[in-house]
Structures are given as structure tokens and as C-alpha cells.
Nanobody, 119 residues
């Protein structure tokens, strides 16, 4: 069974920084793309950033220039460095990964980590 676990969320003042982590575990053969999404209260889940196994990255316009996504050396970990945070960045942040395991290639989600930015 594959699990994704996020960590690093918390409360920060506007203009501050946070670094979120995502770790994938289980019977994993390989992981292709990984990404971050967020969902604010009353809103739909939205794409934030993604990174392929080769290191190619893609960002939502709302975070471009402020957030940086990266993969760990073990390739089963992913990070997002969030700088210049704004109150509108407040949301639950979710990790997503396309995982190849004995169950085949599937998309998995973490349980989410809360990020709150105070003004």
C-alpha cells in the first residue's frame, strides 16, 4: 500500500515563509510526477505546482516567483518552499503523486497539511 504524508504546515505572518514536505512510502517501484494542490474553505482544490521525475517544473500563476518545488535525492520526497506568503495562500495543502507500484500506476493523495497566513 502506498501512502503520502505531508508535513510542515503551520501559522505564519504575511510575508513569511514555510517549507512543506511530502514523503511517499510503501511498495513503490517508481514515481513519475509529483505535485502540490491546495483547497481553501468554500473553494475547489486548485493546482499549485508540479515536478516530474526528470526535474521539470510547472507553477500556477498565483504562486510563480514565490513558491519553489523540488524533489529529494531519494525521489520519493518532495518539497515546496513558500516565500512571501499572503493571507490568500491560507488553505489545506495536499501532496499528489503518480506512483507505479504492484497495483499498477495510480494517483495518490496525502491527507493534507494546514497553512494559515495571518495579515
Amino acid at each position: 500500500q502506498v501512502q503520502l504524508v505531508e508535513s510542515g504546515g503551520g501559522l505564519v505572518q504575511a510575508g513569511g515563509s514555510l517549507r512543506l514536505s511530502c514523503a511517499a512510502s510503501g511498495s513503490i517501484f517508481s514515481i513519475d510526477a509529483m505535485g502540490w494542490y491546495r483547497q481553501a474553505p468554500g473553494k475547489q482544490r486548485e493546482f499549485i505546482a508540479a515536478i516530474t521525475s526528470g526535474g521539470s517544473t510547472n507553477y500556477a500563476d498565483s504562486v510563480k516567483g514565490r513558491f519553489t518545488i523540488s524533489r529529494g535525492n531519494a525521489k520519493n520526497t518532495m518539497y515546496v518552499q513558500m516565500n512571501s506568503l499572503k493571507p490568500e495562500d491560507t488553505a489545506v495543502y495536499y501532496c499528489n503523486a503518480d506512483v507505479d507500484s504492484r497495483l499498477g500506476i495510480r494517483a495518490y493523495w496525502g491527507q493534507g497539511t494546514q497553512v494559515t497566513v495571518s495579515s
